[in-house]
């Protein structure tokens, strides 16, 4: 484990800190980015974690180099520099943004909820599908142009909605959701501007996203399957997961992350029908003959399931972990490291109340799908009534 900052006297400080944990981690720590960046390259490392702002090469520039030389290593940024510029700047190249100061308990947990993950999408037989799909949708070039606004020194509305209104689908799909009760206006929304205005980037980013990948799929590879469902259901899906994470008082940040997940929870569904149209109609036989949920039919058939080859896509798009978390885990969040309310915990509950919402006995009182045992290990089972009717109403 490598840790990297300018400061003496915080390096010092982070020795003395991180002294208990000596049985358990081997550390080493460097004053530069550059030193640090020799050391990894004669001996490739598990985790490094980074200061920010240091001269010369910073922790944005040191992490992506890291990328390229030990892109197994967990990277995690520790900045007392919260600033929205800094944090979107690491979060391309980092898997963790922890704030200074910080406990010896956060960090680890941190590293383990990282490397829980990485296991997951390390998986054999994740990887051996992997290798046989011969294409994963690409990362859509207006998002790309979004982002790449919305990170600018000096974001502008103006211009990002110029961007959505390149596509005219893309806006005409974002104006009918921003009037629709989905998002509970009280103003007719006309115009881009106006909906990336009220709606803000993070919203807007994610609509855009989870749209262009919808619309890359060809319904006619496997007719059976319906897209418009799986669209509808996402679409329900965010809803709830929007109003969960604000029920439970969430942040923003896992507001948004619930969000996005949400609408992309399914992805990996899309990545394998596009592939394997013939396999994925096995994989729907089984459901409909032995009532397998989805995940479960299509570990029999392809050895791994959607939520696994959605969370690897995600990944390898550079989506931030707490997007790739909740997506990997939704289906079943006890597998998850860590603890507490996040977007693991509202896209788990919004997609399985969603999918009761599908049933045909209307506003059923048990709900299928959903993780008793981490419900019960986190203590949200007295909260599910409430979450219940908001996604009823949703």
Same mark, same amino acid.
């Given at each position: 484990?490598?840790?990297?900052?300018?400061?003496?006297?915080?390096l010092?400080?982070l020795?003395?800190?991180?002294?208990?944990?000596q049985?358990?981690?081997?550390?080493?720590?460097?004053?530069?980015?550059?030193?640090?960046?020799?050391?990894?390259?004669?001996?490739p490392?598990?985790?490094v974690?980074?200061?920010?702002?240091?001269?010369?090469?910073?922790?944005a520039?040191?992490?992506g180099?890291?990328?390229k030389?030990?892109? !197994?290593?967990?990277?995690?940024?520790?900045s007392?520099?919260?600033?929205?510029?800094?944090?979107l700047?690491?979060?391309?190249?980092?898997?963790?943004?922890?704030?200074?100061?910080?406990?010896?308990?956060? #960090?680890?947990?941190?590293?383990?909820?990282?490397e829980a993950?990485r296991?997951?999408?390390?998986n054999?037989?994740l990887?051996?599908?992997?290798?046989?799909i011969?294409?994963?949708?690409?990362?859509?070039?207006?998002?790309?142009?979004?982002?790449?606004?919305?990170?600018a020194?000096?974001a502008?509305?103006?211009?990002?909605?110029r961007?959505?209104?390149?596509?005219?689908?893309?806006?005409?799909?974002?104006?009918?959701?921003v009037?629709?009760?989905?998002?509970?206006?009280?103003?007719?929304?006309?115009?881009?501007? !106006?909906?990336?205005?009220?709606?803000?980037?993070?919203?807007?980013?994610? #609509?855009? +996203?989870?749209?262009?990948?919808?619309?890359?799929?060809?319904?006619? !590879?496997?007719?059976?399957?319906?897209?418009d469902?799986?669209?509808?259901?996402?679409?329900?899906?965010?809803?709830?997961?929007?109003?969960i994470?604000k029920?439970?008082?969430?942040?923003?940040?896992?507001?948004?992350e619930?969000f996005?997940?949400?609408?992309?929870?399914d992805?990996?569904v899309?990545? +394998?029908?596009?592939n394997?149209?013939?396999?994925?109609?096995?994989?729907?036989?089984?459901i409909?003959t032995?009532?397998?949920?989805?995940?479960?039919?299509?570990?029999q058939v392809?050895?791994a399931d959607?939520?696994?080859?959605g969370?690897?896509?995600?990944?390898?798009?550079?989506?931030?972990d707490g997007?790739?978390?909740?997506?990997?885990?939704?289906?079943?969040?006890?597998?998850?490291?860590?603890s507490?309310?996040?977007?693991?915990t509202?896209?788990?509950v919004?997609?399985?109340?969603?999918?009761?919402?599908a049933?045909?006995?209307?506003?059923?009182?048990?709900?299928p799908g959903?993780?008793q045992?981490?419900?019960?290990r986190?203590?949200?089972?007295s909260?599910?009534?409430?979450?219940?009717?908001l996604?009823?109403?949703a």
């Amino acid at each position: 484990m490598v840790f990297v900052d300018d400061a003496p006297e915080i390096l010092k400080h982070l020795q003395r800190t991180l002294a208990p944990m000596q049985a358990e981690w081997a550390m080493e720590f460097y004053p530069s980015a550059t030193a640090a960046l020799a050391a990894i390259r004669e001996a490739p490392c598990d985790v490094v974690v980074s200061d920010m702002t240091m001269p010369g090469m910073d922790g944005a520039q040191f992490l992506g180099e890291v990328r390229k030389v030990c892109p !197994q290593a967990i990277r995690i940024v520790l900045s007392g520099d919260q600033s929205p510029a800094n944090y979107l700047r690491s979060a391309s190249v980092a898997h963790r943004f922890l704030q200074k100061p910080f406990d010896v308990a956060t #960090l680890k947990a941190t590293i383990e909820k990282a490397e829980a993950l990485r296991d997951v999408l390390a998986n054999p037989a994740l990887r051996s599908l992997a290798n046989e799909i011969k294409t994963l949708p690409s990362l859509p070039s207006i998002y790309q142009e979004l982002m790449k606004e919305m990170q600018a020194p000096q974001a502008s509305l103006k211009k990002a909605s110029r961007i959505v209104a390149k596509d005219l689908g893309m806006v005409t799909k974002i104006l009918q959701l921003v009037n629709s009760a989905f998002f509970g206006l009280r103003t007719h929304v006309s115009d881009p501007e !106006q909906a990336v205005a009220l709606l803000g980037f993070d919203t807007i980013k994610s #609509l855009v +996203l989870s749209s262009q990948v919808f619309a890359q799929f060809d319904q006619a !590879q496997l007719p059976s399957f319906s897209l418009d469902e799986l669209w509808r259901h996402a679409m329900l899906a965010g809803s709830c997961a929007r109003r969960i994470a604000k029920e439970a008082g969430a942040s923003q940040q896992v507001t948004d992350e619930a969000f996005t997940a949400a609408l992309l929870h399914d992805v990996g569904v899309l990545v +394998l029908v596009a592939n394997k149209p013939d396999e994925y109609a096995r994989v729907l036989e089984l459901i409909r003959t032995k009532q397998m949920p989805d995940w479960e039919a299509e570990r029999q058939v392809f050895g791994a399931d959607h939520a696994h080859v959605g969370a690897y896509l995600l990944g390898i798009w550079g989506l931030g972990d707490g997007i790739v978390e909740a997506v990997a885990y939704h289906h079943h969040p006890d597998d998850y490291k860590g603890s507490g309310f996040c977007a693991v915990t509202a896209v788990h509950v919004a997609n399985a109340m969603a999918e009761a919402q599908a049933l045909p006995v209307e506003n059923p009182i048990e709900v299928p799908g959903l993780d008793q045992q981490y419900l019960a290990r986190e203590q949200f089972q007295s909260q599910l009534p409430r979450w219940r009717e908001l996604c009823i109403a949703a």
